[in-house]
Nanobody, 128 residues
Framework: QVQLVESGGGLVQAGGSLRLSCAAS????????MGWFRQAAGKEREFVAV???????SYVDSVKDRFTISRDNAKNTVALQMNSLKPEDTAVYYC??????????????????????WGQGTQVTVSS
């Protein structure tokens, strides 16, 4: 079992920055790829970023060069540094864990169905 707790959301002006953190408890963090998803009001949940156990990362095109995902395996945490925020980044952001199996390409981790555990979400609001 993995329990995930997000923090760091809030209200920020366009062009500003926020850093989201996700603290994981449980023994499977070290075996899991860690991802961030977001869901805007009235829209489906979408993939934002993922970091595999190896440190390899992947991002949705709309956040490339603005967001950075990182993990600290010693502290069982994953972070999402968000810079140059835009109003369209407004959403509830969710941390998620997917137990990794060998041979699974990083592209597969864009699918929410691959994730076994989810946090409760944290609201990010970007004003124009």
């Amino acid at each position: 079992q993995v329990q995930l707790v997000e923090s760091g959301g809030g209200l920020v002006q366009a062009g500003g920055s926020l850093r989201l953190s996700c603290a994981a408890s449980g023994a499977t963090f070290s075996r899991s790829a860690m991802g961030w998803f977001r869901q805007a009001a009235g829209k489906e949940r979408e993939f934002v970023a993922v970091v595999k156990r190896s440190g390899i990362t992947s991002y949705v095109d709309s956040v490339k060069d603005r967001f950075t995902i990182s993990r600290d395996n010693a502290k069982n945490t994953v972070a999402l540094q968000m810079n140059s925020l835009k109003p369209e980044d407004t959403a509830v952001y969710y941390c998620a864990a997917a137990i990794e199996f060998s041979g699974v390409a990083i592209g597969s981790f864009t699918r929410s169905s691959l994730y076994n555990y989810w946090g409760q979400g944290t609201q990010v609001t970007v004003s124009s």
